[in-house]
């Protein structure tokens, strides 16, 4: 497999890995959500997703257990052919790229992104 990219516009960067973290904290809850993604044959795969409190749409899954101040869980959620990551100007921070137990912000990937771009995570062509 080729990899991980993420794209805006023209402009493609190769994450060299096939397993990515993303973590964000969310905009209404305040509190940080962390999602584990690995690329597979039939797409990006999320097996896990861990979420430090509940309420405004961002509910554990019924398969939760809490661990380490999450509640973690695998969502039930088919193969994505790719993943749009919007920014927000109501977030306070960025999403941030973890492989390997090393983070990013997304923006550091692409110095001079607006507020509100959105950048796209997908296998690498």
Aim: glycine content about 10%.
């Amino acid at each position: 497999m080729a990899g991980l990219c993420l794209a805006l516009g023209a402009a493609v960067v190769a994450l060299h890995t096939s397993a990515v973290d993303l973590r964000w904290i969310h905009s209404v809850q305040k509190t940080e959500w962390r999602e584990h993604w690995d690329l597979t044959k039939a797409g990006l795969v999320v097996e896990q997703a861990a979420v430090q409190s509940s309420g405004a749409g961002m509910d554990p899954g019924p398969d939760a257990v809490f661990r380490n101040g999450f509640w973690v869980w695998k969502p039930r959620l088919p193969p994505q052919p790719q993943l749009t990551l919007t920014r927000s100007p109501f977030t306070p921070g960025d999403w941030h790229l973890c492989i390997k137990g090393q983070c990013r912000d997304l923006g550091s990937y692409f110095p001079g992104i607006g507020p509100e771009q959105a950048v796209t995570m997908e296998p690498c062509r």
